[in-house]
């Protein structure tokens, strides 16, 4: 059975930081690409940044360059995302993803339960 398991949200101060976790089982990680996505409050959902499968090659939205980074530990099945200069339009439910290929496309197999961000002071 494939899960995805989030961890690491919470609130954080405008230019704070996060480092967001996503633990995987049920399947190769080794041999997928991964994302992140997110979904505000009463907005749809939004492609964040994705890795390819053996970490080569990261994509990232345009609203995250530069301050946002993925990555990836193959060894112990684990996706993070490291969010520095947190903006209050970062809040958000963030979710992982995997995707169907080695590559990233944004096209979604299957995504976690999400973990919460709120960036307020």
């Known amino acids: 059975q494939v899960q995805l398991v989030e961890s690491g949200g919470g609130l954080a101060q405008p230019g704070g930081s996060l480092r967001l976790s996503c633990a995987a089982s049920?399947?190769?990680?080794?041999?997928?690409?991964m994302s992140w996505a997110r979904q505000a409050p009463g907005k749809g959902l939004e492609w964040v940044s994705g890795?390819?499968?053996?970490?080569?090659?990261?994509v990232y939205a345009d609203s995250v360059k530069g301050r946002f980074t993925i990555s990836r530990d193959n060894a112990k099945n684990t996706l993070y995302l490291q969010m520095n200069s947190l903006k209050p339009e970062d809040t958000a439910l963030y979710f992982c993803?995997?995707?169907?290929?080695?590559?990233?496309?944004?096209?979604?197999?299957?995504w976690g339960q999400g973990t919460l961000v709120t960036v307020s002071s």
């Open positions: 993803a995997k995707e169907y290929g080695v590559v990233v496309t944004r096209d979604f197999e299957i």
């Open positions: 890795i390819y499968k053996d970490g080569s090659d990261a």
């Open positions: 049920g399947f190769t990680f080794s041999s997928y690409a």
